[in-house]
């Protein structure tokens, strides 16, 4: 595919629920994936991702706006679309009683064209369980077997959904070569993940969602330097420190000349500086002078993570584990 066409190009799309009061799940989103890339999109549940990624997929009509995915339209093209795109789910069910080589098998009956069975298995290391029951599988490898299910159409456009969510590290990294892989022929993914990590290191662009809007949109390293600094210091204020002594502290953090951004949640402090030393030493200097003790401090680069909590003022992960 030429790569300065368009994978996916929906302009002012809106998806509301009817109710008292009506839900607007998706309000005037605009996305243009450029063909032979990798895009991430990231929110919290109930951002609106979702929604979006399921009208993309032609799972959901949207209540108005454009959607036109590979150059054709859902409203007219819709079974040619289905056989240039492939989707994994976040939770795939298939039946128990098929081996991995026949479920495989049955999809890839879906396609006109596409991947051999052994092709597609063989691509995410799953050819020595093809006789294995689907129920005898583990979750990293089911995991696999539902991108295998993805990609046996030979698919221009692949979605992505959460891909490894529950996944051990080493499970993860394994789905991480198989996503590159697939990169690596030309091909086009759009990956949803709450992982800051992942969508670093495979996306080329990331689309930050926030109540039914996208809030940011850039490559990884666009995005982390709008935070106009690379360091992170994050520190853990004393739970019995008082109120009107805490309101003093937070304002005189926002004082300080080496802190660019000051963010507090609860007993949490999390601020970004350019230079960590001369921010360092201004924060313990404030807080030797104001008798505060903390019961801890991390220092680090900044990630998507600090471009999120800075947005939205709560994070991503803590999103998930709610």
């Not at 590159?180 to 290191?201: C, D, G, L, P």
Request: proline share 4%.
């Amino acid at each position: 595919m030429n790569k300065d066409s368009l994978a996916i190009d929906c302009k002012q799309l809106f998806k509301t629920y009817p109710g008292k009061p009506p839900v607007e799940a998706v309000r005037g989103v605009d996305l243009q994936v450029h063909s032979g890339e990798c895009f991430g999109v990231l929110g919290p549940n109930g951002a609106g991702k979702t929604t979006t990624i399921e009208i993309l997929e032609g799972l959901l009509p949207p209540t108005s706006g454009s959607v036109r995915v590979l150059d054709m339209d859902w409203s007219t093209q819709e079974v040619d679309i289905r056989q240039h795109i492939g989707v994994s789910l976040q939770e795939t069910k298939l039946s128990d009683r098929l081996t991995v080589a026949e479920t495989t098998a049955l999809f890839r009956s879906f396609y006109r064209d596409g991947l051999a069975p052994e092709e597609a298995l063989e691509l995410v290391a799953l050819t020595d369980k093809s006789k294995a029951w689907i129920k005898t599988l583990s979750g990293g490898q089911k995991q696999r077997l539902a991108v295998a299910l993805a990609i046996v159409g030979d698919p221009d456009l692949l979605f992505l959904d959460e891909p490894t969510t529950g996944l051990d590290p080493s499970s993860r990294r394994q789905l991480w070569d198989i996503i590159r892989s697939f990169r690596q022929r030309n091909k086009t993914v759009m990956i949803t993940t709450h992982y800051m990590e992942e969508a670093e290191r495979l996306c080329d662009r990331v689309a930050i969602f926030d109540q039914g809007q996208v809030i940011a949109l850039g490559t990884p390293r666009e995005l982390i330097a709008s935070l106009g600094a690379e360091h992170v210091v994050e520190f853990t204020l004393p739970a019995d420190l008082p109120a009107q002594e805490r309101q003093s502290l937070n304002e005189s953090l926002n004082d300080l000349p080496a802190l660019e951004q000051v963010e507090v949640a609860g007993d949490s402090v999390h601020v970004t500086a350019a230079d960590s030393h001369s921010a360092l030493r201004q924060l313990f200097g404030l807080l030797e002078q104001r008798q505060v003790d903390i019961s801890s401090l991390t220092t680090r680069h900044a990630s998507l993570e600090d471009v999120f909590v800075h947005l939205t003022g709560r994070y991503l992960s803590d999103d998930l584990a709610g």
